[in-house]
């Protein structure tokens, strides 16, 4: 198994489009300036000793030596010493609504944001217990499998987002039938699923997906997500609000009823996250009331560094891009010649 000592380096992967844009761009730049600040002789002889392939190869050299030295610095680990593990929990899934409404800031810094913050603090406070993460809007998707490794659960959820999924909608139904997916109804261990969601607009059938769920011992909890007034939905960059077709602001309000009424129909409860601490602490103590039963994991309990590996990688690129000339008449293939 491989993890991220420092995960969050990653990100910076996302500058090597950019970098790789910026050189194609650069290298005509430099190429259309030349061609303008000299005679077309000069320009001519300047260039019959370029070698575009090798030009080619440098940029390539550079690109390559930023991607290892951004790997090398999150810390690649590799486990190294497989253990049986014992312990007692339940396994719960988190369903995660990613629909547009999610964006409303009625509760700060939003909705979405919110939820991440509840379902993390809901992380930090398990103990022994399998979790894993649906996401869902007007179709729902497995993100992460059932697992005891809680780090990896907090790397998923960093990449929740509400672009997550294209098609939008609140289907409940969906999301609670693919977290029942999610679980192994051959083991014997205390099963529950958590959905934090606005619960608005929500498709038909949830109610129908939840007696589903209690027939196989699964209990349903919701987290509703929204302040009981309301507000409108931002679009991305400052543009304003979304409208519907009559060219009116739309204001989405949270489905406390209905949520209170799936959580019932679940054997669960439904608690309102506007306050993400209260209402996470009596999740926690309703989830502590349930029949914790001993889960039996294979897991590294030893990881060794990779590091070094990635960042000699990228020292020798770096020094490849230094030492490759854009000229044909390579002096290096001369020095060896003599």
């Given amino acids: 198994m491989i993890k991220f000592e420092h995960i969050d380096f990653l990100y910076l992967l996302g500058i090597l489009p950019i970098l790789g844009i910026a050189l194609l761009f650069f290298n005509r730049w430099k190429k259309e300036k030349l061609k303008l600040l000299s005679t ?4 001519t002889n300047l260039y019959k000793n370029k070698s575009e392939t090798r030009l080619k190869l440098k940029n390539i050299s550079l690109f390559l030596g930023v991607f290892f030295l951004i790997v ?3 810390n690649p680990q590799i486990g190294t010493n497989l253990e049986e593990v014992k312990r007692e929990g339940i396994e719960i899934v988190l369903a995660i609504d990613v629909s547009n409404s999610m964006l409303c800031e009625d509760i700060k810094p939003n909705r979405i944001l919110r939820a991440k913050q509840a379902v993390s603090n809901l992380i930090d406070n398990l103990e022994g217990d399998r979790i894993g993460i649906v996401i869902f809007a007007g179709e729902a998707y497995t993100q992460l499998p059932i697992t005891s490794d809680y780090s990896a659960a907090k790397m998923f959820l960093k990449n929740i987002n509400t672009s997550s999924i294209k098609k939008q909608g609140t289907n409940l139904s969906s999301a609670i ?3 029942l997916k999610s679980f192994n109804f051959e083991n014997e261990f205390n099963k529950s699923i958590i959905i934090i969601t606005d619960g608005e607009d929500h498709e038909e059938g949830a109610l ?3 007696e589903k769920a209690m027939e196989q011992g699964v209990f349903i909890h919701t987290l509703a ?4 007034n309301g507000g409108p939905i931002p679009l991305e960059r400052n543009r304003g609000f979304r409208k519907d077709r009559e060219g009116n602001t739309i204001v989405t309000k949270p489905n406390f009823r209905f949520l209170s009424e799936l959580s019932n129909k679940g054997n669960g409860i439904n608690i309102n996250a506007n306050n993400s ?13 349930i029949e914790k039963k001993e ?3 294979m897991v590294f309990t030893d990881y060794t560094d990779r590091f070094q590996m990635f960042l000699f ?5 770096f020094l490849l891009e230094i030492f490759i000339l854009g000229k044909k008449n390579n002096p290096l293939k001369n020095w060896n010649s003599r």
Avoid at 313 to 317: A, H, N, V
């Fill in 40 to 43: 077309e002789n000069l320009h």
């Fill in 313 to 317: 990688l990228s020292l020798f690129f």
């Fill in 208 to 210: 129908i997906s939840a």
């Fill in 295 to 297: 889960i039996s994991d």
């Fill in 72 to 74: 090398g610095l999150s």
């Fill in 277 to 289: 601490e209260i209402g996470l602490k009596k999740l926690f103590k309703e989830i502590s009331k």
């Fill in 177 to 179: 039938n693919q977290s």
């Fill in 225 to 228: 997500i929204g302040d009981e």
